[in-house]
T-cell receptor, first 111, second 112 residues
Framework: GENVEQHPSTLSVQEGDSAVIKCTYSDSASNYFPWYKQELGKGPQLIIDIRSNVGEKKDQRIAVTLNKTAKHFSLHITETQPEDSAVYFCAASDSSYKLIFGSGTRLLVRP | DADVTQTPRNRITKTGKRIMLECSQTKGHDRMYWYRQDPGLGLRLIYYSFDVKDINKGEISDGYSVSRQAQAKFSLSLESAIPNQTALYFC???????????FGSGTQLSVL
């Protein structure tokens, strides 16, 4: 089955700097790659996703890139703000409506 | 009101006890999921259901069972709880042709 690895486990950046979180997946049949943000005491919420027919997608300060050949995908957050502090999860799916998640990255944005 | 409601929010129980976590949704979604969150291990899929008569095991189903009582209700049971089942449990739903998951607020379970 699918296995998703996520790095780093923790990331601390200065406000205004960029943050990058990376994931790799094992199943070449996976074709949907979402990113979820989990704030303290809440359930995860989808912030951006990408499908395998697209190499990059942007939404304001966040972007996701996908390298199908290498089975890598990454989340990029620019101009980080304190409210970006949270746990971020990547995930992968082969369109079976079953998401397999990475281990999570705790992002701290220092004011 | 929340679209995906989990009860209870917190539960402390003892080893060997039977416990049920409940999930209800008002989103009209067909698909419902139970995930477990542990520090450093992310979210792991326990069971999922695509409609009332469909139940499937996920990555870590041993020690758990589920019941889909109605389209809107999906409960998770631990028949005989053990300490390594201490975790944060999330219910989630998705519907239509989309793969976006909508999560509840979670149930923190502690097994002593």
């Amino acid at each position: 089955g699918e296995n998703v690895e996520q790095h780093p486990s923790t990331l601390s950046v200065q406000e205004g700097d960029s943050a990058v979180i990376k994931c790799t997946y094992s199943d070449s049949a996976s074709n949907y790659f979402p990113w979820y943000k989990q704030e303290l005491g809440k359930g995860p919420q989808l912030i951006i996703d990408i499908r395998s027919n697209v190499g990059e997608k942007k939404d304001q300060r966040i972007a996701v890139t996908l390298n199908k050949t290498a089975k890598h995908f990454s989340l990029h957050i620019t101009e980080t703000q304190p409210e970006d502090s949270a746990v971020y999860f990547c995930a992968a799916s082969d369109s079976s409506y079953k998401l397999i998640f990475g281990s999570g990255t705790r992002l701290l944005v220092r004011p | 009101d929340a679209d995906v409601t989990q009860t209870p929010r917190n539960r402390i129980t003892k080893t060997g006890k039977r416990i049920m976590l409940e999930c209800s949704q008002t989103k009209g979604h067909d698909r419902m999921y139970w995930y477990r969150q542990d520090p450093g291990l992310g979210l792991r899929l326990i069971y999922y259901s695509f409609d009332v008569k469909d139940i499937n095991k996920g990555e870590i189903s041993d020690g758990y069972s589920v019941s889909r009582q109605a389209q809107a209700k999906f409960s998770l049971s631990l028949e005989s709880a053990i300490p390594n089942q201490t975790a944060l449990y999330f219910c989630a739903t998705s519907g239509g042709g989309g793969e976006k998951l909508f999560f509840g607020s979670g149930t923190q379970l502690s097994v002593l």
